[in-house]
Every structure is written in C-alpha cells, then in structure tokens.
C-alpha cells in the first residue's frame, strides 16, 4: 500500500553546510505525526522541501502516489498540502479575516478582468465566501476578533490565525511549524484542542514542536531528527524515554 | 478660463497614468520607471491610426492602442518578474531608454525628434471633440471611469492578493495563490489605463514629440504616486493635480526659461528624497 | 579596416564601461541597493573635474578634487540617505526611488549650472592620436584603457587582500550573518559606497575627456555596466569586467550592420537573451 506521504532519501547542501542527510520517512494518512530535533537539525528544511519552497539536491518526496518533484508551492497546495511558518508571516496591516480569505482557493474576482466586468458577481460570491471564513475562524476560536488588524491581535491568536489560513486551503494535509511554541499555558491548551479537532475532522498532521508535554500530549508517531538525518521513529513515550536521543537534544547540539 | 480647463483636461489625463503607476508601484510593488515609455506608445499608436490612410475611428483606436499596451506590459514584466525584483529595474531602465530611442529615431514611424504634428481630434459617434471644454467633458468621462475600474478592482478579491503580496510573497504562494500571474495582470491593466491616457493626450495636443515621454516624464509619474500617496484613489488624483500645477507656480518666481526644465526635474528629485524620507505615504496614500 | 577599429573602440569604451561594473556591483553586493545614483556621481566627477581643468588647473589635481568630492557625496548618500531609511526599516522600493531622487537631484544641479549643452575638455594633446597598425587610438583612450585595467587589478586586490577588502566580501556573501558577529554590516557600507564612489570618477572623467560632457549621459552606461554585472554573475568582479568588455565590443560591431542609435538595443537583446537562459550570470560566484 502506498505511503500517504512519502520522503526519500532527501539531500540537501547549503553551501558547506549539509542540511539534509539522507533523510527518508513516511507519513501515515489521518494521524497526528510530530517532527522533534535539536535546533538546525532540519526540520524547517524538510517543511521547504515538502511544500516546494526549496529543490533538494537529492531525493524525492510523494503523495497519494503523485511526486512533488518540481512543483512551485502553489501547486502544492492545491495537490493538498499547507504549511505555516515559524515565524508566522502573517498579513499584518490586513484584517484577520482578509489573511483567511486569501487562502481560500478559485475565488472569483482574483483577477481583473472579472472584477471589472461582473462588479456585481463578484460582490456576491465574496460574501458567500465571508460567511466561510467567518466560519473557518470561529473554528479556531476567533470569530469575534474578525474585523480586527493582525497588528492588534495577541500572540496566541496570531498562531491561531496561522492555522486558520491554511485551513481555508481545504488541504488535508497540514504542516505546523511549531504552533504551540510561545504561548501561554490557556492558548497552549486551546491549540492542543484545535490539533485534535482537526485530527478527528479528517487531517493529517505534521507538526515541527519542541514543547515535550505537547508531543506527549498530541502526537501518535514522533520522528527523531538529527543533523538532517531521522535518528528514530516511534510513539511519543519511546521516543522521549530514550536517553540516548535525550542526550542529543539537550546535550550536546546546538 | 480656457487656461483653467487645459490644465484640468491634462490633469485628468495624468490621473488615468496616476492609476496605472500606482497599480504598478503603489499596489504591485513594482518599482517601474518606463510608465511613460507606454503612455508615448499609446500616444504614438492611436496617432498613427487616426491619421492612417485608412483612418480609424477614435475608439476602435484607443481601444487597440490599449490592448497593445496591455501586451506590452506583460511582455515586458513577464520574464524579468520571475526571477528577481531588481531585474525588473534594469528592464524597466532599457524599456524606458529603447523606447526613447525608438520614438527619436524611427522618423517614418514616429516623425523623429521634431514629432508627429497635425493629430485630428477625435470623432465620437458621429460628435467633434474640438473645443477644450469638450475636452474636459471627455477627459472627465475617461478619468472616472478609470478610477470606477481601480476602485472596483481593488474592492475585489485582487486588490486583497495585491496588498498580500506586497507584504510577503511567500506567504501568499503558502497559501495557494500565483502570484506571478497577479503581478502580471496588475502590469497588463496598468498599461491599458497608460495607453488609453496616451491616446487622449495625443488628441488634445494634436502634437506629439519624444521629449513627453522619456525617463524624465516617468519620474514625474512616480513623483505623482509619492507626493499623492501610494495605492488610494485619493492619492492617484491629488497627485497629478498638485504636480500639474507646479510649473504654473514656478512661473510665478520667473525663473528663466533654460532652466525652467531641469529645476522642475530637480524638484521632482527633491519631492521623491523628502517624501520617502518624512513622508512615504504621501499627502492621501498608505505606506510605501 | 573598419571591425578592427571597432573592436579597437570597444575595447575602450568596454574598460571604462567595466569600472563602471565593477563600482556597482560593489556597492549592489555588499548593501544589496540598486543605488541608481551612482549614474550622477559619474556624470558629476566629469564636470567636477572640467571646472578645475578650464581654470587652468593640472589634470592630476582636477582629477583628485573630483575624486576627493565625489567620494564625499557618495559617502553623504549612504549614511544620510540610505542609513536612514534602513533604520527605519523602508522597503526596497522606498530606497529605490529615494536613489532615483537623488540621481534627479544631481543631474539637474549639474544641468542648470553648466547648461545641458555638451562641453569639451580643453585639452590639446587629448584628440592626438596614435596610429597601432591598422588601428588609430587617441591617448585618452590608451590612458583610458590603462587606468580601467589598473583599477580592475587593484579593486581584485583589495578584495582578496586587504582587511577591508575581506570584510566587504564577508559582509556580502552574508549580511545577516554579518550583523551578529558583529562585522558591522553599515560602517562597511560607507566605506564600500566611498571606494566605489572613488573608482567611478575613473570614468567619468576619462569617458567626456574622449566624447565631451552632458549632464544626462550617466544613465546608459550605468544601465550597461549593470547588465554586464548580471552577465558576468553578480559578486564576480572578473565577470563584471570581462562582460562589459564583450558587450562595449559587441555593441561596436554591431554599428558594422545598423545605425548606432540602436546600439541600446543591443545591449537590450543581450539582457534579455542571459534572463531567460542564464540568469545566474557566467561567473556566478560560487560560495
């Protein structure tokens, strides 16, 4: 049976620096996977690598059977895969609700032509498409900060508008670069929530996190990243139990 | 009063170019110095149309005369947009220049350096376009309904992806957009706006030369953009309007006409540091 | 005959074509600004030094005052321009156009002070010229050509050689980088906007001694030098000046077969032809 998502043998040089080792790991369909490593291990390079932000040297990654190979991120997303950012990359002076409306996909209006010809139509559709990310944010619990500027927006609802966003992709699978990290123990719970929600509706999760209570909390596989290379794979007990790799997470890397 | 309405007709003309810079460099990001090299190609296209031996009716021209800018403008932003931003300068640089050349030089096209007299006026179902209040009636039309398009455009859907893009392209490509086809599009429906600007421009002059439509003219546009404000219709008027006006203040101070051209150029200098120093988003506009 | 005094020509314009290259793509690689205004500080070196030179004044001092001034206006740009819109955090279109401003600003100044009319160098022995073979050179364009290679040969050096010379290559290659070992990517700037300030008076003052002065002649060669630093792959000294030679060269062949007010579409051409296939550029350097 052909792995939902598939990388293999990822290889990647940035100038004398090997950031991808050979790295090759499945995904399993509908499961909340969390991706761990020491800082530089390459977890962010692999998120590039699967959503076609960077061509690895070396390596494939495939999906449902189709390769990635080559494609630029917006066909990506539309093949089903979104990713956040670590450093969110929001649309700050743009509302909450504008940055979840640029993700929904064959919008009408998106170009000129149409905008100017059918003012009306597009009128119309984009408020049948309001009352979709109205609903995709009150999904992630931030329906009522709707109107409001990303600038004005804490923290922890930022990360929620993270998600929000690539949910309005309709993509299945998700890659989260550490959703949880920086929040308070109440934002921290409410995105716990969110993952599982997510899970249960039917999406995939690979979530980059550092936060062990998390991954112990969330996770049903963990993969150990190391130096470009996966180390280990297992469920989250094995994997945090593990001396050896707790070793290189806290000891020695950087 | 005639005076009065000149200056308003030529206003409106330079608010339709206020529309196409702004879609490009306001909205695009798009840092273009050839605005005017497209506007003289619509001058230059509709002149030549009207005056054909063949000669086609005003609209029919202006329309094509568009549509070719419109091609233009892809043509020319297509390539050099895929693969980095500061290839765009140099292009729009050699853009500005060739077609400087071009309209210098190509003397059976373009009637050379000394330019193309004896435009006719336009013939609009039937009605002359004579007299500069007709004009003003005209230009009043077109420019409306050229910010009607801008403000529509920018309601929609694309005027979000625009301001998106503008802050983070790589955000947006996350999020499943092209955004090499919106700035594109952004391009292509700037350079309708400049040809049709060009073909209104030649008309009302009845005579075009090169010397309105070289480097210097598209800093004058941008400086329109800056002092007016980026990416609001607000801006795209004010701008043209106060700009427009200048040379009539500069008559004022009597200065001497050998100058009179390179202390508006320098001013246009001084206006574009100031501005984007102190003041980047303009008199009426957002931040650039 | 008449390709090889074309070649011969190119080859001139080409040298002062490629310090032009090379100043640029010092200043582009290091602060990654597209400092357009670096086209007014080579017009104004030219007039700078034409004002010493009609009062009488030796070559060498005219030519030294201009250096010493223009490396001062370069210097006054970066930190009172560009610094200050970086710590503001401006965009790059911000700068941009605020380098387009100041390259306006320069440009008239000179156009309303000396006229926009084309001014010569009184210089008698400037026209003389030397007949090698087949091909007649006059000694500004030899000197030309010495000069532009000296500077080429010292700018290599400097990079390679000197402290300086590799804290600029550092801070090019890795700005960010730079900034948290605390290579202090912004005093780097004003010393790299000096030099290249510096070497683009070569130019700009041997070019009008050969062909005469206008205040809006900066522009094409500097649009020229910067297609010969994509060409040549941006961060390669080497490529910026070997491309400019080739392209100054190959524009002159071309006037074997059109009209020489096409000749920027040659250049043109050539632009187009390495964005489509080699963006890169030929000597991209490689890290």
Same mark, same amino acid.
């Given at each position: 049976?052909?792995?939902?998502?598939?990388?293999?043998?990822?290889?990647?040089?940035?100038?004398?620096? $090997?950031?991808? $080792?050979?790295?090759?790991?499945? %995904?399993?369909?509908?499961?909340?996977?969390?991706?761990?490593?020491?800082?530089?291990?390459?977890?962010?390079?692999?998120?590039?690598? %699967?959503?076609? *932000?960077?061509?690895?040297?070396?390596?494939?990654?495939?999906?449902?059977?189709?390769?990635?190979?080559?494609?630029?991120?917006?066909?990506?997303?539309?093949?089903?895969?979104?990713?956040? *950012?670590?450093?969110?990359?929001?649309?700050?002076?743009?509302?909450?609700?504008?940055?979840?409306?640029?993700?929904?996909?064959?919008?009408?209006?998106?170009?000129?032509?149409?905008?100017?010809?059918?003012?009306?139509?597009?009128?119309?559709?984009?408020? $049948?498409?309001?009352?979709?990310?109205?609903? &995709?944010?009150?999904?992630?619990?931030?329906?009522?900060?709707?109107?409001?500027?990303?600038?004005?927006?804490?923290?922890?609802?930022?990360?929620?508008?993270?998600?929000? $966003?690539?949910?309005?992709?309709?993509?299945?699978?998700?890659?989260?670069?550490?959703?949880?990290?920086?929040?308070?123990?109440?934002?921290?719970?409410?995105?716990?929530?969110?993952?599982?929600?997510?899970?249960?509706?039917?999406? &995939?999760?690979?979530?980059?996190?550092?936060? &062990?209570?998390?991954?112990?909390?969330?996770?049903?596989?963990?993969?150990?990243?190391?130096?470009?290379?996966?180390?280990?794979?297992?469920?989250?007990?094995? %994997?945090?139990?593990?001396?050896?790799?707790?070793? %290189?997470? *806290?000891?020695?890397?950087? | 009063?005639?005076?009065?309405?000149?200056?308003?007709?030529?206003?409106?003309?330079?608010?339709?170019?206020?529309?196409?810079?702004?879609? #490009?460099?306001?909205?695009?990001?798009?840092?273009?110095?050839?605005?005017?090299?497209?506007?003289?190609?619509?001058?230059?296209?509709?002149?030549?149309?009207?005056?054909?031996?063949?000669?086609?009716?005003?609209?029919?021209?202006?329309?094509?005369?568009?549509?070719?800018?419109?091609?233009?403008?892809?043509?020319?932003?297509?390539?050099?947009?895929?693969?980095?931003?500061?290839?765009?300068?140099?292009?729009?640089?050699?853009?500005?220049?060739?077609?400087?050349?071009?309209?210098?030089?190509?003397?059976?096209?373009?009637?050379?350096?000394?330019?193309?007299?004896?435009?006719?006026?336009?013939?609009?179902?039937?009605?002359?376009?004579?007299?500069?209040?007709?004009?003003?009636?005209?230009?009043?039309?077109?420019?409306?309904?050229?910010?009607?398009?801008?403000?529509?455009?920018?309601?929609?859907?694309?005027?979000?992806?625009?301001?998106?893009?503008?802050?983070?392209?790589?955000?947006?490509?996350?999020?499943?957009?092209?955004?090499?086809?919106?700035?594109?599009?952004?391009?292509?429906?700037?350079?309708?706006?400049?040809?049709?600007?060009?073909?209104?421009?030649?008309?009302?002059?009845?005579?075009?030369?090169?010397?309105?439509?070289?480097?210097?003219?598209?800093?004058?546009?941008?400086?329109?953009?800056?002092?007016?404000?980026?990416?609001?219709?607000?801006?795209?008027?004010?701008?043209?309007?106060?700009?427009?006006?200048?040379?009539?203040?500069?008559?004022?101070?009597?200065?001497?006409?050998?100058?009179?051209?390179?202390?508006?150029?320098?001013?246009?200098?001084?206006?574009?540091?100031?501005?984007?120093?102190?003041?980047?988003?303009? #008199?009426?506009?957002?931040? #650039? | 005959?008449?390709?090889?005094?074309?070649?011969?020509?190119?080859?001139? /314009?080409?040298?002062?074509?490629?310090?032009?290259?090379?100043?640029?793509?010092?200043?582009?690689?290091?602060?990654?600004?597209?400092?357009?205004?670096?086209?007014?500080?080579?017009?104004? !070196?030219? =007039?700078?030094?034409?004002?010493?030179?009609?009062?009488?004044?030796?070559?060498?001092?005219?030519?030294?005052?201009?250096?010493?001034?223009?490396? !001062?206006?370069?210097?006054?740009?970066?930190?009172?321009?560009?610094?200050?819109?970086?710590?503001?955090?401006? /965009?790059?279109?911000?700068?941009?156009?605020?380098?387009?401003?100041?390259? !306006?600003?320069?440009?008239?100044?000179? !156009?309303?002070? =000396?006229?926009?009319?084309?001014?010569?160098?009184?210089?008698?022995?400037?026209?003389?010229?030397?007949? @090698?073979?087949?091909?007649? @050179?006059?000694?500004?364009?030899?000197?030309?050509?010495? +000069?532009?290679?000296?500077? =080429?040969?010292?700018?290599?050096?400097?990079?390679?050689?000197?402290?300086?010379?590799?804290?600029?290559?550092? +801070?090019?290659?890795?700005?960010?980088?730079?900034?948290?070992?605390?290579?202090?990517?912004?005093? +780097?700037?004003?010393?790299?906007?000096?030099?290249?300030?510096? @070497?683009?008076?070569?130019?700009?003052?041997?070019?009008?001694?050969?062909?005469?002065?206008?205040?809006?002649?900066?522009?094409?060669?500097?649009?020229?030098?910067?297609?010969?630093?994509?060409?040549?792959?941006?961060?390669?000294? /080497?490529?910026?000046?070997?491309?400019?030679?080739?392209?100054?060269?190959?524009?002159?062949?071309?006037?074997? +077969?059109?009209?020489?007010?096409?000749?920027?579409?040659?250049?043109?051409?050539?632009?187009?032809?390495?964005?489509?296939?080699?963006?890169?550029?030929?000597?991209?350097?490689?890290?």
């Amino acid at each position: 049976m052909t792995a939902y998502l598939q990388a293999e043998n990822l290889d990647h040089h940035f100038g004398g620096l $090997r950031a991808l $080792r050979e790295c090759t790991f499945t %995904i399993d369909q509908g499961r909340i996977t969390c991706l761990v490593g020491p800082n530089g291990a390459g977890k962010t390079t692999i998120f590039n690598a %699967i959503t076609g *932000f960077l061509k690895p040297d070396e390596g494939s990654v495939t999906f449902k059977g189709r390769k990635l190979d080559g494609l630029r991120p917006q066909a990506i997303v539309h093949a089903g895969i979104a990713r956040t *950012f670590q450093n969110l990359r929001l649309f700050t002076d743009l509302s909450a609700l504008d940055n979840v409306m640029v993700g929904i996909g064959n919008q009408f209006g998106e170009e000129p032509v149409g905008a100017i010809l059918r003012p009306l139509h597009t009128l119309h559709r984009q408020r $049948r498409l309001r009352q979709e990310a109205l609903a &995709t944010l009150d999904h992630v619990g931030l329906a009522d900060r709707a109107h409001d500027t990303v600038r004005n927006l804490s923290y922890g609802e930022q990360k929620l508008l993270t998600v929000a $966003r690539v949910l309005a992709t309709g993509a299945e699978l998700l890659l989260l670069d550490e959703p949880a990290s920086g929040l308070s123990a109440g934002a921290l719970d409410a995105v716990m929530a969110l993952l599982r929600r997510l899970q249960s509706e039917g999406k &995939t999760l690979l979530v980059v996190e550092h936060n &062990t209570r998390v991954v112990q909390q969330i996770a049903d596989d963990v993969l150990f990243l190391h130096q470009g290379h996966l180390m280990a794979q297992g469920t989250p007990e094995a %994997i945090i139990s593990d001396p050896a790799l707790a070793e %290189i997470y *806290f000891g020695g890397a950087l | 009063m005639d005076f009065l309405y000149s200056y308003i007709v030529l206003a409106e003309i330079y608010v339709l170019l206020g529309l196409s810079t702004n879609l #490009l460099v306001g909205i695009a990001g798009i840092f273009s110095v050839s605005q005017a090299a497209v506007f003289g190609v619509g001058a230059y296209l509709v002149a030549h149309f009207l005056m054909a031996q063949d000669a086609l009716p005003f609209i029919p021209s202006l329309a094509i005369a568009a549509a070719c800018c419109v091609a233009l403008n892809i043509l020319v932003t297509l390539p050099s947009l895929r693969v980095s931003g500061d290839y765009f300068v140099v292009t729009s640089f050699g853009i500005q220049l060739l077609a400087t050349a071009v309209f210098t030089n190509w003397t059976g096209g373009t009637g050379g350096a000394n330019g193309l007299p004896g435009i006719p006026p336009p013939d609009i179902f039937g009605l002359q376009v004579e007299s500069t209040q007709q004009y003003m009636m005209l230009c009043t039309i077109a420019s409306a309904l050229g910010c009607l398009c801008f403000y529509l455009v920018m309601r929609a859907p694309f005027g979000r992806l625009l301001r998106a893009i503008r802050e983070d392209e790589l955000a947006v490509a996350a999020a499943g957009k092209n955004v090499l086809r919106a700035k594109v599009s952004a391009a292509a429906l700037a350079g309708a706006f400049a040809g049709i600007a060009g073909g209104l421009y030649a008309t009302f002059l009845s005579f075009i030369d090169p010397s309105s439509f070289d480097l210097d003219a598209s800093i004058l546009l941008l400086t329109m953009v800056v002092v007016g404000g980026a990416r609001t219709l607000a801006g795209c008027i004010i701008g043209p309007f106060l700009l427009l006006a200048l040379p009539q203040i500069l008559t004022l101070i009597e200065i001497p006409t050998t100058i009179a051209a390179s202390a508006r150029q320098l001013i246009y200098g001084v206006l574009l540091i100031v501005f984007m120093l102190f003041r980047p988003q303009g #008199l009426a506009g957002e931040r #650039l | 005959m008449l390709a090889l005094q074309l070649l011969a020509t190119g080859l001139v /314009t080409g040298c002062a074509l490629g310090v032009v290259a090379i100043s640029f793509a010092l200043v582009y690689s290091t602060t990654k600004i597209f400092h357009v205004a670096h086209a007014g500080i080579y017009t104004l !070196a030219g =007039y700078l030094a034409w004002s010493l030179v009609v009062h009488n004044a030796p070559l060498i001092v005219a030519m030294a005052v201009s250096i010493v001034a223009c490396t !001062a206006l370069g210097a006054l740009i970066q930190s009172q321009l560009y610094a200050r819109l970086e710590r503001r955090r401006a /965009t790059h279109l911000v700068v941009l156009i605020a380098s387009l401003g100041a390259l !306006a600003v320069i440009q008239n100044i000179i !156009a309303g002070v =000396y006229t926009p009319n084309i001014l010569q160098f009184p210089l008698p022995w400037s026209g003389e010229v030397l007949p @090698l073979g087949s091909v007649r @050179l006059t000694y500004v364009q030899l000197l030309t050509i010495a +000069v532009s290679f000296a500077a =080429y040969a010292g700018t290599m050096w400097f990079a390679h050689h000197t402290i300086l010379g590799k804290r600029i290559r550092a +801070v090019a290659s890795n700005p960010m980088l730079a900034d948290i070992t605390r290579l202090q990517p912004q005093s +780097v700037y004003i010393y790299v906007i000096a030099i290249a300030s510096a @070497l683009v008076c070569l130019p700009g003052i041997l070019v009008p001694m050969d062909l005469g002065l206008q205040p809006y002649n900066g522009v094409t060669p500097l649009l020229t030098a910067t297609i010969a630093m994509i060409a040549g792959g941006v961060g390669s000294i /080497t490529g910026a000046f070997v491309l400019s030679i080739a392209i100054a060269v190959l524009q002159n062949l071309s006037l074997l +077969v059109m009209p020489g007010e096409w000749s920027i579409g040659v250049t043109f051409f050539i632009f187009v032809i390495f964005m489509l296939f080699r963006p890169t550029g030929l000597f991209a350097a490689a890290r």
